[in-house]
C-alpha cells in the first residue's frame, strides 16, 4: 500500500478522535457554522458543537462539564460556557496562531464590552459594518466581532477574513467541494469535526474526512464519518488501514468501514463515560 496514504490516514484519523476538546446572522448547525468560516491554504481542521443540547441531557452531564473547561485565552476572558449555545472552532493543523473561534448564544455584550476596553484595552472599530474590537493578547494581534448572538474570536487577520466570508466578500471552507460533499452526507449531532488537507497541497490521495457524535442512548455514543478521497482506488488502498486506525484509537467500538467509488463511509461507538478519554 502507498506509504504516503498510510501516514495521512493515520494523521487524520487522530484529529477526528481526538480533536473534538481542541478548543469556535445565528448559526446552528455544523453547516450554518462552516459557511462562515474562511477557506485557506493547507490542512484546516473545523470542529462544532450543539453545547446547549449537551448542556440539557443529564445523560451528558459529564461531558458538559468538561466542555465548561473548554474556553481558553482570550476566549475565557469574555465567554461563559453557560451563555453559549452552538460553538465553532477553526483554523490551519499545527498553527495555534491561526485559530478561530465562533460563539453563538444569548451574551452580555455590555459585560463584554466593559471587559474589552477596561480590562483588556482592547480599541472599538468597525470592519466591513460589524463592531470589531482590536488589541493585543498573550503578545499577538487578536480582534474579537460583536454581534447580536454572536462573538467571532481570533487573530485579526483570521477575525477579519469570517467577516469577509459573512459578507459574501470572501470563500468559505463549505465552497471547497470535497467538504461540501463529506458534510452533506453527515447526519445532525452533538459534535462534528471535519478536516480537509486543502487543495494547495493535494497529491491525489486524502481530500477531507469529517465525523459526528450522536448519543445512541443513556451509555453509548455513536460516532459516523465519511472520507472522500481522490479516486477509488485510493479508497480501497486505505480501507484496511483506516479501520486499524480507528481500532487503535482505543476508545471506540464496532467499527465499521465501508468503501463506496471514492469514499470511505465508517462507524463505530464509544462509551459516554470515555468520552473525556477520547477527547482530551
Known amino acids: 500500500m502507498n506509504n504516503k496514504i498510510v501516514a495521512i490516514v493515520g494523521a487524520l484519523v487522530f484529529v477526528v478522535v481526538v480533536a473534538g476538546s481542541g478548543c469556535v446572522g445565528g448559526g446552528s448547525t455544523a453547516t450554518d457554522m462552516i459557511k462562515m ?11 462544532y458543537a450543539d453545547v446547549q443540547t449537551i448542556r440539557d441531557d443529564k445523560d451528558l452531564h459529564d461531558i458538559y462539564k468538561e466542555f465548561e473547561k473548554i474556553p481558553s485565552g482570550l476566549e475565557e476572558e469574555l465567554v461563559d460556557i453557560d451563555d453559549v449555545n452552538y460553538v465553532a472552532a477553526a483554523g490551519k493543523l499545527g498553527e495555534e496562531e491561526s485559530n478561530l473561534s465562533i460563539f453563538v448564544g444569548r451574551f452580555d455584550l455590555k459585560d463584554v464590552r ?25 503578545k499577538a494581534a487578536a480582534a474579537v466581532a460583536i454581534g447580536k448572538d454572536k462573538l467571532i474570536i481570533g487573530d485579526e487577520k483570521q477575525v477579519k477574513n469570517c467577516i469577509k466570508v459573512t459578507k459574501g466578500d470572501r470563500t468559505s471552507i463549505y465552497d471547497n467541494e470535497s467538504v461540501r460533499d463529506v458534510l452533506n452526507k453527515l447526519p445532525d449531532g452533538i459534535e462534528t469535526t471535519l478536516v480537509t488537507s486543502g487543495d494547495s497541497h493535494r497529491d491525489g490521495i486524502l481530500l477531507a474526512m469529517g465525523s459526528v457524535l450522536m448519543k445512541e442512548d443513556e451509555d453509548i455514543l455513536k460516532m ?44 463505530a461507538r464509544m462509551g ?6 477520547g477527547y482530551s
Open 272 to 277: 459516554i463515560e470515555d468520552w473525556e478519554e
Open 37 to 47: 468560516v474562511p477557506e485557506g491554504d493547507g490542512a484546516i481542521y473545523f470542529f
Open 114 to 138: 466593559g471587559k474589552l476596553e477596561y480590562d483588556l484595552d482592547f480599541d472599538k472599530d468597525e470592519y466591513k459594518g460589524v463592531e470589531l474590537w482590536l488589541g493585543e493578547y498573550d
Open 224 to 267: 459516523e464519518g465519511v472520507v472522500k478521497f481522490d479516486d477509488e482506488d485510493d479508497a480501497i488502498d486505505a480501507r484496511a488501514d483506516f479501520k486499524r486506525n480507528i481500532n487503535e484509537a482505543g476508545v471506540l467500538f464496532d467499527v465499521d468501514v465501508k468503501q463506496k467509488e471514492e469514499l470511505l463511509e465508517f462507524s
